[in-house]
């Protein structure tokens, strides 16, 4: 049974920092192309981050480059999404993901990020 378990989310100030971690199991998840979604209050969910299998490749949402990296380690099963100069636009419930973009076979649960002062 595939187990996306989200962690790292809280209240920071704008121009703050944090770092989501997703802790994947039940499935081979050195195999997969993983990805960060998130949905904010009254809007659709997007996707904010891709990685490839290896890490190799990165992708990401035009509103997130430059302030946003997401990485992988294979051995511990964990992808991860470091957020710097966060926004309050940045505000959403963030949602690991196994897939990518008209590829994707499980859902985390999610985890909420709010940039307020």
């Known amino acids: 049974q595939v187990q996306l378990v989200e962690s790292g989310g809280g209240l920071v100030q704008p121009g703050g920092s944090l770092r989501l971690s997703c802790a994947a199991s039940?499935?081979?998840?050195?195999?997969?192309?993983m990805s960060w979604y998130r949905q904010a209050p009254g809007k659709e969910r997007d996707v904010v981050a891709i990685?490839?299998?290896?890490?190799?490749?990165?992708n990401y949402a035009d509103s997130v480059k430059g302030r946003f990296t997401i990485s992988r380690d294979n051995t511990k099963n964990t992808v991860y999404l470091q957020m710097n100069s966060l926004k309050p636009e940045d505000t959403a419930r963030y949602y690991c993901?196994?897939?990518?973009?008209?590829?994707?076979?499980?859902w985390g649960r999610g985890t909420q990020v709010t940039v307020s002062s």
């Open positions: 990685i490839g299998r290896t890490g190799t490749y990165t």
């Open positions: 993901v196994k897939g990518q973009p008209g590829f994707v076979s499980s």
């Open positions: 039940g499935f081979t998840f050195s195999t997969s192309v």
